[in-house]
């Protein structure tokens, strides 16, 4: 996506690392008219496979995946990194462990909005090691649902999540593919996987 | 707001301790088309004040918040109650207490997104007792940005949240607000303050 890549371009910093910073469009500030286009980018993707409903994580999954939501007409639910008051029992839970954290947390989406009806669509913010996304389809096949799909904002495709993911056979699309971070330099990938000059 | 007030009174549960549950719409899944109607009402409301920037907290605030921002034409910032890999420098923090969890956390935004030249909404899911807002008001204080209004999307008005926050003298809009959850029975006051029968 030649939008969402310009602003990686333009605000994006890398860190030590291979951390790619975008906190001020996505991580920490949000761009909602670029947000708007992201969601809409994915539903133009996924609108053919009947999807009932998006799953993602606090925080930064939100905004994208209630613009998606938005437009293919279905709920979000994010899930919760931390037990609320309100949400503490009749939980599917995960566990993702964090290899930029180096630590395991766990995930939870309440029983009451997953059934086995439903055909759900992952969206999450950054695809690095696919801990993430690995960990929502846990939380999916406990509650007995389909996932038809996985977006994501942008993937750090010399990591092995977007390999990961490939392997369960589900559609995977990423917005923006960064081949390679070295030397403070950001490198895309095509959608196709190819390197961009 | 009607609109939001039928959503409570249809999927929203009283839990023991005034605990209103809205996991339904706002605060686990989320229904994208309320969250437009919401931010729309919000931008309505806080027009004409030269708003420059939206601030929230993580993460029920977010979906909120970015509707009101891409109708207000500016960029929103959600304070992270946890530091993460790409902020942990140059940070301005604010304690807020939670009385439902009875545990103070901090919150916090980036130095480099908020200015003395900023005039910003704070916009959040609920106002009970107010710790919250307060703590985004301190925060825009260290940065000397001016905060220009509050919009709140459910008010606890039997709390003594929107008291603190009136005496600030900041706009506060609440776009539901409860008079009372005693007997699991919910009561609303109108925008003046009345209550409704």
Same mark, same amino acid.
């Given at each position: 996506?030649? %939008?969402?890549?310009?602003?990686?371009?333009?605000?994006?910093?890398?860190? !030590?690392?291979?951390?790619?910073?975008?906190?001020?469009?996505?991580?920490?500030?949000?761009?909602?008219?670029?947000?708007?286009?992201?969601?809409?980018?994915? $539903?133009?993707?996924?609108?053919?496979? =009947?999807? +009932?409903?998006?799953?993602?994580?606090?925080?930064?999954?939100?905004?994208?995946?209630?613009?998606?939501? %938005?437009? /293919?007409?279905?709920?979000?639910?994010? $899930?919760?990194?931390?037990?609320?008051?309100?949400? *503490?029992?009749?939980?599917?839970?995960? #566990?993702?462990?964090?290899? +930029? *954290?180096?630590?395991?947390?766990?995930? &939870?989406?309440?029983?009451?909005?997953?059934?086995?009806?439903?055909?759900?669509?992952?969206?999450?913010?950054?695809?690095?090691? =696919?801990?993430?996304?690995? =960990?929502?389809? #846990?939380?999916?096949?406990?509650?007995? $649902? +389909?996932? &038809?799909?996985?977006?994501?904002?942008?993937?750090?495709?010399?990591?092995?999540?977007?390999? /990961? %993911?490939?392997?369960?056979?589900?559609?995977?699309?990423?917005?923006?593919?960064?081949?390679? %971070? !070295?030397?403070?330099?950001?490198?895309? /990938?095509?959608?196709?996987?190819?390197?961009?000059?």
């Amino acid at each position: 996506m030649k %939008l969402l890549e310009d602003y990686i371009l333009e605000k994006g910093t890398v860190l !030590e690392g291979d951390v790619l910073k975008v906190d001020a469009f996505l991580n920490h500030q949000i761009d909602p008219k670029l947000m708007r286009e992201i969601g809409g980018e994915f $539903a133009e993707h996924f609108k053919g496979l =009947g999807i +009932t409903k998006i799953v993602t994580i606090e925080s930064s999954g939100i905004a994208p995946a209630v613009f998606a939501g %938005l437009y /293919l007409d279905v709920p979000v639910i994010f $899930a919760r990194k931390k037990k609320s008051v309100t949400l *503490k029992d009749h939980l599917y839970t995960a #566990e993702v462990y964090s290899y +930029t *954290k180096k630590e395991t947390s766990s995930i &939870s989406i309440s029983e009451s909005f997953l059934t086995s009806e439903d055909k759900l669509l992952i969206i999450d913010d950054f695809l690095a090691n =696919g801990q993430a996304a690995l =960990g929502l389809i #846990e939380i999916a096949k406990s509650a007995k $649902a +389909t996932v &038809s799909g996985i977006g994501i904002v942008i993937e750090k495709s010399f990591q092995k999540g977007r390999q /990961l %993911l490939d392997e369960t056979g589900i559609q995977v699309v990423s917005l923006a593919r960064i081949a390679s %971070l !070295e030397n403070q330099r950001i490198h895309f /990938l095509d959608e196709e996987g190819h390197h961009v000059k």
